[in-house]
């Protein structure tokens, strides 16, 4: 009766140590590097502080670069189906189509002239959080010379290519995909799909024809 | 002989239910750790690793889930045609008044005349901050405050330098809308308020405490200064509208202004009360199990380590 006692004891120590020395080892292979999201953060910020609070550059100078990092760095084809919350299922693929290339140009003119005032800002990368989901979140603030700072974080994940892309960025609890999709959202519930397009398309169709 | 065995397997049998016991536990712990990444997995075997039609080149997750979507909090606005007036008596307000001066502020005056006006406004925020901080149970955020204030009363010239933010001491404003959150006060519903603009109604309550916790308020009313006060917000208003000009413009051209003013606002408040409550922080990490690796660097500390290593 000991005997067994004892067996089925130390079998379950055993089980038992080898699941927690799996699952130590599962969560380290599956989790994202987060230094290297770190350095991606750094890169990536300090390009775009360094174009927005550049004053030599053109006004399209800095909207045609910030096109560029946006379309180098970010998932700018799902943060903009995000923002249609539900309204995505619905929409077709033109729709869709119209509707990404429209918001990126929005994207762009609204954080050209939200940053325009900027000089001189330092941003300061801090922790990184690795979710289950095996996306990341990178902390940083943006040091301002006024002694304000401006709290930045950034989610990123892994794409195939194993190349980081930015999914959302979220400045002082303004996010670029969540709040955005907020104040979309009055307009989708009223005029649909093609009313929002047809917004935007009143406000941002020209530039977009020069895309 | 036989109670020392009766013992003995007592004992073994009490020790291997503890262990049974904090093997169950632990299992279910990993469980809810692991929940969201075996759905993502099962997703990939089930679903797919082939490229999506909106998503070109992704490893399959969730945004929806990531970003929390389906938990965003709705903004309860129940009279939303009265605040919708106040908007637009606001908005006309701010067209004919408050924006001209705004602009013709930004464009006269030099930028350190601007940043010592917005500093000095600051720093007469610091003992309202004080006694909010040790209302919210954070003394480090009192203890900052007052040194803040010390500091530069000495050597910011009565604040119109923010001298501590150059040494280290940043700002970290405390308000007692954020004093009612750290209660468990929620943030009530949407309001406008005339001239002020987007609020709620926890906010409204903790901007009258905040007049009443002010010293400049008891100074004046004392001293028969009120003027003072006048001067102070009127100040403050120009002042924070200039800062915001850029902002409003862009929320102008949105779809409806009125709800872009409306979720700007109270993301962006949210964010100021959860920094003191940190209950959507402990919420995240609830569900999602996060591993956080502590790693404070900066991006010089970052390029002086690279430029060691090369």
Known sequence: MIKKISFIFVLLIGCVSSCLTFKDAYSEQSSPSTSEARIFVETVGKRIIDLLTNKSLSRADQEQRFGEILDDHFDMKKIALFTLGRYKKDATEEQKTQFEKLFRIATIKSYVDRFKEYNNEVLVVGNAIVNSDKTIQVNSSVKQTSGKNLDVQWRLYKGKNSHLHIFEVVVNGIGMALTKRKEYNPTLIKDGVDGLISFLETHYGSSAGHE | ?310
């Open chain 2, 1 to 310: 002989m036989r109670i020392i065995e009766r013992l003995y397997t007592r004992l073994v049998l009490f020790v291997f239910l503890l262990v049974a016991f904090a093997f169950v536990q632990q299992g279910s712990l990993m469980a809810d750790d692991k929940t969201p990444v075996m759905s993502e997995k099962s997703k990939k075997s089930t679903a797919s690793v082939t490229k999506t039609d909106d998503d070109d080149e992704s490893v399959d997750f969730d945004m929806e889930a990531a970003l929390d979507a389906n938990d965003m909090g709705d903004i309860a606005d129940p009279f939303a045609p009265f605040n919708k007036v106040v908007f637009a008596i606001n908005k006309v307000l701010d067209a004919v008044l408050i924006r001209p001066v705004s602009i013709v502020y930004k464009k006269v005056f030099p930028h350190f005349v601007q940043r010592s006006v917005e500093s000095f406004l600051f720093y007469l925020t610091e003992p309202v901050t004080l006694v909010n901080g040790l209302l919210q149970r954070d003394p480090q955020a009192s203890y900052n405050a007052l040194r803040r204030f010390g500091f530069n009363t000495v050597f910011g010239f009565f604040g119109l330098a923010d001298s501590a933010s150059h040494f280290g001491w940043e700002r970290d404003k405390r308000d007692f809308g954020q004093t009612l959150a750290s209660f468990g006060a929620g943030e009530g519903f949407y309001t406008v308020i005339p001239i002020v603009g987007p609020s709620n109604v926890r906010d409204t309550i903790g901007l009258v405490v905040d007049f009443f916790l002010d010293p400049l308020y008891y100074y004046a009313v004392s001293t028969d200064r009120q003027n003072l006060l006048y001067v102070r917000s009127g100040a403050k208003l120009i002042d924070t509208r200039s800062r915001l000009i850029d902002i409003t413009n862009d929320l102008d051209k949105s779809p409806d202004p009125y709800d872009s003013y409306r979720v700007t606002f109270t993301d962006n408040r949210r964010y100021e009360v959860n920094k003191v409550t940190h209950e959507d922080d402990k919420r995240r990490a609830h569900k999602s199990g996060a591993i956080t690796e502590q790693l404070e660097t900066s991006i010089e500390e970052k390029s002086g380590d690279k430029g060691q290593n090369d």
